[in-house]
C-alpha cells in the first residue's frame, strides 16, 4: 500500500497532456452548458408572458435580442477580463525589471 501511494504522489508533477486536455475540454463543456443555462432562464423570465403552443412574433423577436444582448455582453466581459489580466502582466514584469 505504502508503494502505490508514494508512486501517486510521484505522478502529481507530471501531468499527462492528454488527460489535461480531456479535463480542459470537460470544464469548458460545462461553461458552455452554465452559461446556456443562465441566457435559456434570464430570456425566459424577460419575455415569456403567457407559454403558449407557439410563440408569438413579438416574444420570437425579444428571444432573439436577449440572446444577442447576453452573447455581447458576455463576450465584452471575457474581451475585459483577458485586457486586465495582460495590464497586470506588464506591470508586473515592469516591477521586476
Not at 443562465?38 to 428571444?63: H, I, N, V
Not at 502582466?89 to 525589471?97: G, H, N, Q, R, Y
Request: with cysteine; charged share 25%; net charge negative.
Amino acid at each position: 500500500m505504502d508503494s502505490s501511494s508514494s508512486s501517486s504522489g510521484a505522478g502529481l508533477g507530471a501531468v499527462d497532456p492528454q488527460l489535461q486536455h480531456f479535463i480542459e475540454v470537460g470544464t469548458q463543456k460545462q461553461r458552455f452548458q452554465q452559461l446556456v443555462h443562465q441566457m435559456t432562464e434570464l430570456c425566459w423570465e424577460k419575455c415569456m408572458d403567457k407559454p403558449g403552443p407557439k410563440l408569438d412574433s413579438r416574444a420570437e423577436a425579444c428571444f432573439v435580442n436577449c440572446v444577442e444582448r447576453f452573447i455581447d455582453t458576455s463576450q465584452f466581459i471575457l474581451n475585459r477580463l483577458e485586457q486586465t489580466q495582460k495590464s497586470k502582466a506588464v506591470f508586473s514584469e515592469s516591477l521586476s525589471d
